[in-house]
C-alpha cells in the first residue's frame, strides 16, 4: 500500500484566497483593478501556481472575473446589482435575526450587548471605517447565532457582495446616526425577545441601507435629491 499523507487542515492557496479577499473588502484592490499576479506572488513569496489556483475560487465565486488575455480583476457592483440584491439581504437578515432572537443565551446577549457598544463608540466619534468595522462584526455574530446552517449558507454567500460596496452609504451626512438608532430598536427587540419585531428591524435597516446608497448616488451623479426618511425613524430615534 503507498504511504498515507495527511491532509492540511487548510491549503496553500486557500490561505492565498483569503488575503485576496481581505485585499479587495479593505478595497486595497478596488472594483475593476486588474491582479497583478507576478508582483503579489514576489510580495507573498510564492509561486504564481496558488495565486492562480486562488483566483479561481474568486472567480467561482463571483469577487473577480475573467478577461481574455489580461487576467482577472474585481468585479464591479453597479446600481442595479444593488437594488436587486438589499432586498433580498433584507429578508435573509431578517430572518437570521428572528432565529437568533428565538436562540440567543444571557450570554449570546451580552456579547451582543459588547458588540453595540462598539458600534456606540464610532458612530459618537463619526468614524467611518470603524463604524463598517463594528457594524460588519455585529450582523456576522447576528447570523451565527441563528443556527440555521442553511441560512448561514446563503447569507454568508451574498454578503460577500455586499461588502464589495464596503459601507459607501455611511458616508451620506446623517447616516450614521440614522444606522446606530437602528441597531438600537433591533437590539431592543433581541433583549425583549420579541423575534417578530427583531426581524423587522433587521430587514428595515438593510432597506434603509439601500436607500441611504441610492441617494448618495444620486448626489454624486449631480442630481438634486432629498433623503426619504426610514419609514421607522419615529421608533428608532426614541429608543
Known amino acids: 500500500m503507498s504511504e498515507v499523507i495527511p491532509f492540511r487542515s487548510v491549503s496553500l492557496h486557500d490561505q492565498v484566497a483569503e488575503r485576496l479577499r481581505s485585499l479587495i473588502f479593505d478595497r486595497q484592490l478596488a472594483p475593476g483593478d486588474f491582479i497583478d499576479e507576478v ?10 501556481t496558488p495565486l ?14 475573467p478577461v481574455p488575455r489580461r487576467g482577472c480583476r474585481v468585479i464591479e457592483m453597479t446600481a442595479t446589482d444593488a437594488d436587486e440584491l438589499f432586498p433580498i439581504m433584507a429578508m435573509l437578515e431578517g430572518r437570521c435575526a428572528f432565529e437568533a432572537t428565538q436562540h440567543a443565551t444571557d450570554a449570546d446577549l451580552r456579547e451582543l450587548r459588547r458588540l453595540h457598544d462598539e458600534l456606540e463608540r464610532t458612530a459618537a466619534a463619526h468614524d467611518v471605517d470603524g463604524y463598517y468595522q463594528a457594524n460588519h462584526g455585529f450582523h456576522s455574530f447576528v447570523q451565527r447565532l441563528a443556527g440555521n446552517r442553511w441560512l448561514d449558507r446563503v447569507t454568508a454567500d451574498l454578503r460577500k457582495f455586499v461588502r464589495m460596496l464596503r ?15 437602528e ?10 425577545r420579541d423575534a417578530a ?4 428591524a433587521m430587514h428595515d435597516h438593510l432597506l434603509a441601507q439601500h436607500a441611504a446608497l441610492k441617494t448618495l448616488r444620486k448626489i454624486e451623479s449631480g442630481d438634486s435629491v432629498q433623503a426619504e426618511p426610514h419609514p421607522f425613524a419615529k421608533e428608532a430615534s426614541s429608543a
Open 167 to 181: 459601507g459607501r452609504q455611511l458616508i451620506l451626512p446623517g447616516r450614521i446616526d440614522a444606522s446606530i438608532n
Open 52 to 65: 492562480r489556483e486562488a483566483l479561481k475560487v474568486l472567480v467561482s465565486e463571483g469577487l473577480v472575473e
Open 39 to 48: 508582483t503579489l506572488a514576489e510580495r507573498w513569496q510564492i509561486s504564481r
Open 197 to 200: 419585531r427583531a426581524e423587522r
Open 183 to 192: 441597531h438600537r430598536v433591533l437590539l431592543a427587540a433581541m433583549f425583549e
